[in-house]
Each structure stands twice: as C-alpha cells, then as structure tokens.
C-alpha cells in the first residue's frame, strides 16, 4: 500500500473518530473511553465492505449508530450523553437535534434484534442511514485500503498513536442525525 494511501487509512481509523472512541484489545475492538465494546475489528471490516464508495461515512458517525446496534447500548447511551457534557455545548439542557438523535438511536436499538446481529445487517443499516449523504471529507478509493488494514490481523502497531487528537464528537453526531431525523 503506498503511504499516502497508509496515511488515509490510519488518518480515518484514529483521527476522524472523537476521542470518546478507543480502540482496544491491541486494535481488535472499537470500544466507548469509559464504556461497552462497540464493535470487533473483522466486523468493522466486513460492514466497511458493505459501504458505497466513493467515500466512507465517518467513522465516529458509523460508531454511533452501531453502538446501538448492540445489546449494551444503554450504557452506551449514558457514555455519549457524559462525552457530550465533556466536549462541551450543553449547559442545562441537550440542544434539540441532539435529543432527536439519541432518540433516532434508541429507535434503532429497539428493532428487532434479528436485524441487528448480524454484520450483513448492520452493513445494510449504515448504508441506508448515510445513502445520499456527502462525505465530511474526500475518502474516495480509500475504502478498500481501510478494509485490506483491517483484514490484515498483524498490524496493530497503530493502535499506540490514537492518544492525538480525535475529530468532534458534535460534528459526528450531527452528520448521523441528518438522516434519522
């Protein structure tokens, strides 16, 4: 893989994502900082296969929604609203799109729990909840270079450089909620 395409790829797994989101196990899992795992690293891959290119969704928008994808997203839920007081904007009160997503989400962790296990499905989820979106940024072809990443289990030496500073947990969130309000 030539680096500027190296650089895309670790640039959109430890950068674009909020800080709120930890990779763990040694690269092997997506978890919240303080929180629930929220999705493994062949799953991730596997779903990214399912995504039309050009251009991958965010990955911290991607991590939202499958987040409440899972049997834990209650506790998750509690992580998004600390990690949304922490990157400040909420004073006394949730801004209103921001309640309208987490209530999106909760809708999304109330179907059925068929849809929702397997990686086809929530493959087919995101792809529907970002269809007609415009990427934040350019990633087109960078796809499957993320998914070849993932895929390849010996490289996991990235995972110490995620400690640089994430994207913006408020810009994620408002990029997922375009759809589902």
Known sequence: MPVSDLNSVLDYLLISP?????????????????????????????????????????????????????????????????EMAAAGGIERRIPRWAADALTALDLVHAAPPTALKSVAGRAELLAYVFEGLPPLRSLAGVGSHVVEFLEDESSSYWVDYQDRAGGDLWRELSYMAQRLR
């Open 18 to 82: 909020p800080d709120c989101f930890r990779w763990v196990d040694g690269g092997n899992a997506v978890a919240w900082r303080n929180g629930p795992t929220i999705v493994f690293r062949p799953e991730l891959a596997e779903i990214l296969l399912g995504q039309p290119d050009p251009g991958l969704p965010p990955l911290g928008a991607m991590l939202l929604v499958l987040s409440a994808c899972r049997e834990s997203w209650p506790a998750s839920r509690l992580c998004l609203i600390a």
